[in-house]
């Protein structure tokens, strides 16, 4: 697997680099694609799950040309997967554990989250009964996207422009509530939880706990936190149950902790792995098993003026 990391151009995104090498994983496994086999599917799964993490924090060592690190199976899965991150061969590196507990948290929030744009793509490219490996290679293209995993990048991007532009929170704030402006504060509201995200009131207390412990004096971190407390006690935010989403907290838990922006959707895609194969599982069980195929109904008119070729 090393061998296919020399393949792709230094500066690749880490997420395309993940979802290639997860779908050249069934040219390794080949006695793990028959999914009507119990025990290749469970193999396969075990693998999958134990190696996201290296294959993760393989495509960020290979985009700063550091020598890629051998996991410790010594070490729980969020420390192993910080070392291999951070840690180099010259130097002794310990992993904090608030960080460690942050990440394991994260991952679990992330697990699952019903038929959002992966999840779905996993049941359809499942449904053809494709093998594990290449319908989780589908999510994580699917999950790529910056409307789907892009959204805590989006946070940091938005906090970059405050930090630019002088760092007046209140500035942004009252753009916000511009009903003429159409500058929404990223990170802010959720289409399903009107009254709170479930998911970010455990991960709000990561996140301070990681910016607490951290020695890393980020300009950003300080503004999100201002933006955190002036907009919690905004009437307009307040009226609209506007709070801080998951997405918000999780950019500033990454960005904290030093990951790279382009590495965000891969930690997405490392917490959402388990649900992703939960719900293949559960379709490939499925008593009323049959191939995904949404139709299509066309609507469009019925007869069209065309010239002849001849005319043109
Ligand atoms: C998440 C989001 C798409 C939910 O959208 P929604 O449920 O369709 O809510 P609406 O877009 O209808 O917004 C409802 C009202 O709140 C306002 N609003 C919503 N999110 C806002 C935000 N982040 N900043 C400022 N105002 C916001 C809207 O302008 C609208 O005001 P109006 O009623 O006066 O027109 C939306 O809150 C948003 O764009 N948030 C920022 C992006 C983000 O964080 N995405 C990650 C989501 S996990």
Redesign the pocket.
């Given at each position: 697997i090393k061998r296919f990391y020399d393949g792709f151009p230094i500066n690749s995104h880490p997420m395309a680099v993940c979802s290639a090498v997860v779908g050249s994983l069934a040219t390794f496994y080949q006695n793990e694609l028959n999914v009507r086999d119990d025990q290749e599917v469970e193999i396969a799964i075990h693998r999958l799950i134990a190696k996201l993490p290296t294959i993760a924090a393989y495509s960020y060592k290979k985009s700063i040309g550091q020598p890629l690190p051998y996991p410790d199976n010594s070490l729980d899965y969020p420390t192993n997967f910080l070392k291999m991150m951070f840690a180099t061969p010259c130097e002794q590196y310990e992993v904090d554990p608030v960080v460690a507990k942050a990440l394991e948290v994260l991952l679990i929030l992330h697990a699952d989250h019903e038929q959002n744009c992966s999840t779905s793509s996993v049941r359809l490219v499942g449904s053809s009964m494709c093998n594990l490996f290449a319908s989780i290679s589908a999510a994580i293209y699917a999950l790529w996207g910056p409307l789907h995993g892009g959204?805590n990048q989006?946070v940091i991007e938005m906090l970059q422009k405050i930090y630019a532009d002088g760092g007046d929170v209140q500035k942004y704030v009252k753009k916000?509530k511009d009903?003429k402006d159409s500058f929404?504060?990223?990170?802010?509201?959720?289409?399903v939880y009107k009254n709170f995200d479930p998911r970010s009131k455990i991960i709000k207390t990561m996140a301070h706990n990681v910016l607490k412990s951290s020695s890393n004096s980020e300009p950003l971190l300080e503004i999100a936190l201002k933006l955190e407390e002036i907009a919690l006690k905004e009437e307009y935010f307040i009226e609209?149950k506007?709070y801080p989403?998951?997405?918000f907290y999780s950019g500033l838990i990454y960005k904290a902790i030093n990951f790279p922006v382009n590495m965000f959707p891969v930690m997405f895609a490392m917490g959402r792995l388990p649900g992703w194969i939960a719900q293949w599982k559960e379709l490939q069980k499925d008593d009323d098993f049959r191939i995904g195929r949404p139709r299509q109904i066309y609507i469009g008119t019925k007869t069209r003026d065309y010239i002849p070729i001849e005319n043109r």
């Open positions: 959204a989006a916000a009903p929404r504060l990223m990170g802010f509201g959720h289409r609209k506007l989403n998951v997405d």
